[in-house]
């Protein structure tokens, strides 16, 4: 049996329980990937991706699926494939679509969930989302910035109200509070600040954008500190 030591650590009944889960996971790059990697071969048994990107070349230094072979691939595809080969009797569902303050509703209400991982880059889908969540009580755990440090002792597990030394959560927080929500959201967040001088501007699908500098481990630890905390919970709720 495939996972067999999951059930030694965790228990017959929990497997059974996280076979019954279902998972949402918004953004498969860097962080997503590696969270839906863990909570795959934890034994979840629906798992819904959704991402618009294609591998790129950029990609290769910090993203699971991004090799060279794959440049071009829609990354949900890749993932898709990798999951289900890791299980082959998991319920994926992948959208490859962009998140958008309009569609986040749909996305995150087609089905039951019972859990939603927030990997979005972009500030207003991923407040749309972080609201629809919140006020729709479905936990959900949200990725903060990951670019710009390489200390992994300082990653951790928080409230958002409790982060700090992390520009994107102070964005994160200020939107948040204009929606009547200034607690109650869990985040992975490092509180290394950020190298400011791992800065470039790189043009985008439709302007110009500040692009941090990364380094392979670090997105993939929010990954993982993710995907354990989705596990946690769903074995504890």
Same mark, same amino acid.
């Given at each position: 049996?495939?996972?067999?030591?999951?059930?030694?650590?965790?228990?017959?009944?929990?497997?059974?329980?996280?076979?019954?889960?279902?998972?949402?996971?918004? !953004?498969?790059? !860097?962080?997503?990937? $590696?969270?839906?990697?863990?909570?795959?071969?934890?034994?979840?048994?629906?798992?819904?991706?959704?991402?618009?990107?294609?591998?790129?070349?950029?990609?290769?230094?910090?993203?699971?699926?991004?090799?060279?072979?794959?440049?071009?691939?829609?990354?949900?595809?890749?993932?898709?494939?990798?999951?289900?080969?890791?299980?082959?009797?998991?319920?994926?569902?992948?959208?490859?679509?962009?998140?958008?303050?309009?569609?986040?509703?749909?996305?995150? !209400?087609?089905?039951?969930?019972? $859990?939603?991982?927030?990997?979005?880059?972009?500030?207003?889908?991923?407040?749309?989302?972080?609201?629809?969540? $919140?006020?729709?009580?479905?936990p959900i755990i949200s990725s903060m910035g990951a670019g710009g440090r390489t200390d992994p002792t300082k990653i951790?597990?928080?409230?958002?109200?409790?982060? $700090?030394?992390?520009?994107?959560?102070?964005?994160?927080?200020?939107?948040?509070?204009?929606? !009547?929500?200034?607690?109650?959201?869990?985040?992975?967040?490092?509180?290394?600040?950020?190298?400011?001088?791992?800065?470039?501007?790189?043009?985008?699908?439709?302007?110009?954008?500040?692009?941090?500098?990364?380094?392979?481990?670090?997105?993939?630890?929010?990954?993982?500190?993710?995907?354990?905390?989705?596990?946690?919970?769903?074995?504890?709720?």
């Amino acid at each position: 049996m495939w996972n067999e030591r999951t059930q030694l650590l965790i228990h017959e009944d929990n497997v059974k329980l996280l076979q019954q889960c279902s998972v949402l996971i918004v !953004g498969v790059g !860097g962080v997503g990937a $590696y969270a839906a990697e863990h909570i795959c071969r934890s034994g979840v048994g629906a798992i819904t991706i959704v991402d618009a990107d294609s591998v790129s070349e950029s990609n290769i230094n910090r993203q699971l699926v991004a090799l060279h072979s794959t440049i071009g691939i829609p990354k949900v595809e890749l993932m898709g494939e990798r999951m289900l080969d890791i299980n082959p009797d998991l319920k994926v569902e992948t959208c490859n679509m962009f998140v958008t303050p309009d569609n986040v509703a749909r996305i995150a !209400g087609s089905q039951h969930f019972d $859990y939603i991982v927030d990997a979005i880059d972009t500030v207003a889908p991923k407040i749309a989302l972080l609201v629809y969540a $919140y006020n729709h009580n479905i936990p959900i755990i949200s990725s903060m910035g990951a670019g710009g440090r390489t200390d992994p002792t300082k990653i951790s597990v928080a409230d958002i109200s409790k982060t $700090y030394n992390d520009k994107l959560a102070s964005v994160v927080r200020q939107r948040l509070k204009k929606e !009547g929500i200034r607690s109650g959201i869990k985040v992975v967040f490092s509180s290394e600040v950020a190298d400011t001088e791992a800065v470039m501007q790189t043009p985008g699908a439709r302007n110009q954008r500040s692009v941090r500098g990364t380094v392979s481990y670090i997105p993939a630890l929010f990954g993982t500190m993710i995907a354990g905390t989705v596990i946690k919970d769903l074995i504890t709720k």
